[in-house]
């Protein structure tokens, strides 16, 4: 069986149903760049056997996904490492090259930089080329090829490192920076422990986590570090990178190195510092690292940027859930901290779960889940089942094959990561550092806690449960807040006596387990509640802090399909809170 909805899900084409025949939708690759957003301008076929074909009216784009034969693929990467050029050319025009930019004949020598040849795609000839040796751990993982009119190509299928990642020093400073040049002039300034990404900074908002891949390499090295100071170049894109590297190591460890500006000319790095201002300068903008952001007291202009990128619509977004409905009342923006509630056995885990797979499909989000209370393989199962749209055991329904088990397991293997402790109960502190080496190492942007009761919960003596879980919600949203990732916790609601007519009443954010802080605090609350009568599922947002942007507080109905094991959104269900079918 294939799964149409998630072939094309994963083109980002989303259909109102996925029935054999002609279909017509928005199109992902240009609409919304278009002054008519809303023009269904690309045509999907959906053919008998699952497979579907799309093109597009306005900008001609066109493909096809699904069929009995549809699998996604999992990257495999392999690693090509180049062999060492014995008797490198260092010509003295090589020097000279570097001498005009403030760089000694040391510095040159002790990053082992040499002149070559290489061919180049951009020029589709051999051209004369300085080459930067990526070397780590002893061995050569890269080599970065550079013109004098700034052509760069690196070898075929390189191991991601940072340039100088053997400067990466336990309990040291670390300087991040965009080329290989400028951390060869933090090093004639003094400065031992500097890296650069071997593909510099972004021009425009990626989709792809290739740029941060080395990361993932060295998150180890990089949780131990003292400080990050990230020097970036003084540009948008520089800004860009400066943001994510924040982002994934921490906003509170980070501190932005700025370069000086002359008059009305800014120095755009760290080279152009060494070249214009001299060693001492450049050692002064590292000392004048500012935190990231300044802690505690702020003025407005702090704050300028942020307020800049929100009026032009590029602040941080509310993100659908991949419920079209579920968005009406509620969306999320990383860095909140949002709380789910519901009577055990009503479905919330399921709905989150669900949301994950959705998220992953639609934006390649990548969530870190601790679940104890179901499993790991359990809830891995519970995954596949969402993924696959297929039951894992057998039943009234067909269940999924092997390989379809196994097709779940790669896609899930790139965007689900799982939390948690074998041989004892984890604390608060334990799940957030884990989930920090999850942010570094694979981008993760969701952490969920499920449930809160299986957080280690020990207290001192004088600390009430009230006071201990405000300290832990504070430090759930420090965390989302300097990772800039959206913290999910699930609480279970205290034991409420049933209705006159033996239903379960509907629980709310100040009916939780422990404090009223939950509802206090959090940035978003959910309430899941299933009416097993009539066989709905309710999902109820009771408070949303950023209106109307990440919705209204209200509630929608749901629909479980036991045939998919999904859960389905009635469209035009939503309700506002307080009215005769909000709750």
């Given at each position: ?166 400067s990466i020093a336990e309990g040291e400073d670390l300087i991040i920076c965009e080329g290989e040049v400028d951390v060869m002039s933090f ?120 307020v800049m990128d929100l009026y032009h619509g590029r602040g941080p977004r509310p993100l659908s859930t991949g419920f079209s409905e579920l ?170 006596k049933t209705t006159e007519d033996g239903k379960d009443p509907v629980p709310g954010l100040y009916d939780l387990a422990g404090s009223a ?67």
């Open positions: 069986m294939t799964d149409t909805s998630a072939a094309l899900a994963e083109h980002g084409i989303r259909l109102r149903d996925h029935k054999t025949g002609n279909h017509k939708t928005t199109c992902p690759n240009c609409s919304s760049t278009r002054r008519k957003k809303t023009d269904q301008c690309l045509s999907v076929t959906i053919e008998n056997d699952g497979r579907a074909v799309w093109n597009c009216h306005h900008c001609g784009w066109s493909g096809g996904a699904g069929g009995e034969g549809y699998r996604p693929i999992r990257e495999r990467r392999t690693y090509r490492k180049p062999e060492r050029v014995e008797n490198p050319q260092r010509p003295d025009t090589l020097y000279g090259w570097f001498t005009k930019r403030a760089i000694t004949q040391a510095v040159v020598d002790q990053f082992g930089i040499y002149k070559t040849r290489k061919w180049f795609p951009q020029t589709n000839a051999e051209e004369d080329c300085l080459a930067f040796p990526y070397d780590w751990q002893g061995e050569l993982r890269n080599v970065k090829y550079r013109t004098v009119s700034k052509l760069f190509r690196q070898e075929k299928e390189p191991e991601p490192v940072f340039f100088n990642a053997d090093a004639v300034a003094g400065f031992q422990h500097v890296v650069s990404l071997p593909n510099g900074a972004p021009s425009k908002e990626e989709a792809s986590d290739k740029r941060y891949e080395p990361f993932g390499t060295h998150w180890e090295d990089l949780l131990k570090v003292r400080r990050i100071l990230i020097a970036s170049d003084m540009d948008e894109p520089g800004e860009m990178l400066a943001q994510e590297i924040a982002r994934r190591v921490g906003r509170d460890r980070c501190f932005r190195v700025r370069m000086p500006a002359g008059g009305d000319v800014q120095c755009k790095d760290a080279n152009e510092c060494l070249t214009d201002h001299g060693i001492e300068v450049l050692r002064e903008c590292v000392a004048q690292a500012e935190p990231w952001p300044i802690d505690g007291l702020h003025d407005v202009e702090d704050f300028a940027v942020d968005d009406k009342a509620f969306k999320y923006i990383p860095g909140q901290f949002i709380a789910v509630t519901g009577i055990p056995n009503h479905g919330k885990s399921r709905v989150i779960d669900q949301i994950a797979v959705q998220t992953a499909r639609l934006r390649n989000e990548k969530w870190a889940m601790f679940s104890p209370e179901t499993g790991e393989a359990n809830h891995v199962a519970d995954l596949c089942e969402i993924w696959a749209g297929q039951p894992f055991y057998d039943g009234p329904n067909q269940r999924m094959t092997e390989a379809d088990l196994s097709s779940a397991m790669l896609w899930l293997n790139e965007r689900i990561f799982l939390l948690g402790a074998v041989e004892h109960t984890p604390s608060i502190d334990w799940l957030l550092e884990r989930a920090r080496a999850a942010v570094i190492r694979y981008g993760v942007t969701n952490i969920v806690i499920d449930p809160y009761n299986e957080v280690e919960a020990s207290r001192p003596e004088k600390l009430t449960e009230t006071e201990f879980v405000s300290q832990l919600i504070s430090k759930c949203k420090r965390f989302a807040k300097h990772h800039g990732c959206a913290v999910w916790m699930v609480i279970h609601p205290t034991k409420m802080h939950w509802r206090n605090k959090a940035d978003a609350g959910l309430v899941v509640y299933r009416d097993y009568e009539n066989e709905t599922t309710f999902v109820i947002s009771k408070k949303i802090r950023r209106q109307p942007i990440c919705g209204r507080p209200g509630s929608v109905k749901f629909e479980f399909i036991g045939a998919d094991r999904r859960f389905r959104d009635y469209p035009d269900s939503y309700a506002t809170l307080g009215s005769k079918d909000g709750q």
